[in-house]
């Protein structure tokens, strides 16, 4: 009976799962005071690592998105995702692999991005590595079902995200947007530690979850 109870507790949990960028890591920037601050509020936080961690730049669509379903798991609306320039992209190709019933908590969009600012300035392997990431569509419709509530936050002084992508994420999914004066890339370039509008936002998306 206590294991039915136990079992109970962690199927209702609130869990987040912290998505990292291109040739980021579990331990950039604002990432690891996130998950602190979460784990406070009784979430349990992960970070997994994805397939192009540690400064090698080839992050693939694929590869990404088997890394995030086997963290995951089975996700629920308890379910929760963050997501750091690429890595939104990558949760948004994740979800759309779901069963259309599927129904999770929200998404957090950090420095989202569907364009790149000065792609022809980028290296050759760059620019190739991009490529897929800009052409493949996604189904915006079916990642608004699974996920109807997100919200999305950009910077007026990113050197890579124009934030006329805010109004794209309005329209398409649904997104409250957060443009903030300045923060760059909000990454460690631009060294940003903490990032309190993302605990803001993950605790509205989870009300009355």
């Known amino acids: 009976m206590l294991e039915n109870l136990n079992?109970?507790?962690i199927v209702h949990m609130k869990r987040a799962f912290i998505i990292h960028g291109w040739?980021?890591?579990p331990e950039e920037g604002w990432f690891p005071w996130a998950k602190k601050e979460l784990e406070k509020k009784g979430f349990e936080v992960?970070?997994?690592t994805m397939p192009d961690a540690y400064g090698k730049k080839q992050p693939q669509i694929e590869p990404r998105i088997n890394a995030i379903k086997e963290s995951v798991g089975v996700p629920d609306e308890n379910t929760y995702f963050i997501g750091h320039s690429i890595g939104c992209q990558s949760i948004d190709r994740y979800l759309e692999t779901l069963p259309l019933e599927t129904k999770i908590g929200g998404?957090?969009?950090v420095a989202r991005w569907l364009t790149l600012k000065g792609l022809d300035d980028y290296e050759k392997e760059d620019r190739e590595t991009a490529k897929p990431w800009l052409e493949t569509p996604i189904d915006f419709e079916k990642v608004r079902i699974i996920s109807p509530k997100s919200v999305a936050i950009f910077t007026k002084n990113d050197p890579f995200v124009d934030v006329g992508n805010a109004e794209f994420f309005?329209?398409?999914?649904?997104?409250?947007?957060i443009v903030l004066e300045s923060g760059g890339h909000l990454n460690d370039e631009s060294n940003t530690k903490k990032l309190p509008e993302?605990?803001?936002a993950i605790e509205k998306?989870?009300?009355n979850q």
């Open 107 to 109: 998404v957090v969009y």
């Open 205 to 207: 998306l989870s009300v």
């Open 7 to 9: 079992n109970a507790n």
């Open 23 to 25: 040739g980021g890591n």
């Open 46 to 48: 992960y970070v997994p």
């Open 170 to 177: 309005r329209e398409k999914l649904g997104s409250e947007t």
């Open 198 to 200: 993302v605990i803001r």
